[in-house]
T-cell receptor
Framework: GAVVSQHPSWVICKSGTSVKIECRSL??????MFWYRQFPKQSLMLMAT?????????EQGVEKDKFLINHASLTLSTLTVTSAHPEDSSFYIC???????????FGQGTRLTVV | GQNIDQPTEMTATEGAIVQINCTYQ??????LFWYQQHAGEAPTFLSY????GLEEKGRFSSFLSRSKGYSYLLLKELQMKDSASYLCAVRSDRGSTLGRLYFGRGTQLTVWP
């Protein structure tokens, strides 16, 4: 089956610093990648959708300048949380889908804690 | 807009059968997914329905009625390891983002011995 690798699994950073999360499709070309955020006991909230080689489409209420998304190749997308604050602490999950695929495959998720 | 509704919590005993319902109102409907998510982990795919009817896969079955905007996930022969959150997600192929998923809040299932 298709494998999506997300790193790091967890990260602790100081308030004001930036954190980069990587999402890689290991055995297929991901034409579309989705980035989600999930608070405890809540469902997944879509933050943005990125297509390879084009700018990401952000959901309403998500700050583009704070959550930078890059999808420079068909196997890699990155999410950078800039100037992180404690309220950015959350579980971030990516999913990737290739051309002709029905299902989008999830990465393992990244637990971000900002102190 | 998109509206997906499922129960918040359910409990059942080992060996029993449980049905988790999901109702939705979605424009551009193009399929419904069920995912299982254990605490602190990413969701794992369980099933996909795009046509009306029942899809069976081992102990898990999923049903869809597009006219009623309704789906259920049926879990048979429950095991302790089935304790998890079950997410209903609808795919919409309308608007600026084709193929995006809209997730319900999830149903936390607890299986008791």
């Amino acid at each position: 089956g298709a494998v999506v690798s997300q790193h790091p699994s967890w990260v602790i950073c100081k308030s004001g610093t930036s954190v980069k999360i990587e999402c890689r499709s290991l055995d297929f070309q991901a034409t579309t990648m989705f980035w989600y955020r999930q608070f405890p006991k809540q469902s997944l909230m879509l933050m943005a959708t990125s297509n390879e080689g084009s700018k990401a489409t952000y959901e309403q209420g998500v700050e583009k300048d704070k959550f930078l998304i890059n999808h420079a190749s068909l196997t890699l997308s990155t999410l950078t949380v800039t100037s992180a604050h404690p309220e950015d602490s959350s579980f971030y999950i990516c999913s990737a889908r290739g051309t002709g695929q029905t299902e989008a495959f999830f990465g393992q998720g990244t637990r971000l804690t900002v102190v | 807009g998109q509206n997906i509704d499922q129960p918040t919590e359910m409990t059942a005993t080992e060996g029993a059968i449980v049905q988790i319902n999901c109702t939705y109102q979605t424009s551009g409907f193009n399929g419904l997914f069920w995912y299982q998510q254990h605490a602190g982990e990413a969701p794992t795919f369980l099933s996909y329905n795009v046509l009306d009817g029942l899809e069976e896969k081992g102990r898990f079955s999923s049903f869809l009625s597009r006219s009623k905007g309704y789906s259920y996930l049926l879990l048979k022969e429950l095991q302790m390891k089935d304790s998890a959150s079950y997410l209903c997600a609808v795919r919409s192929d309308r608007g600026s983002t084709l193929g995006r998923l809209y997730f319900g809040r999830g149903t936390q299932l607890t299986v008791w011995p």
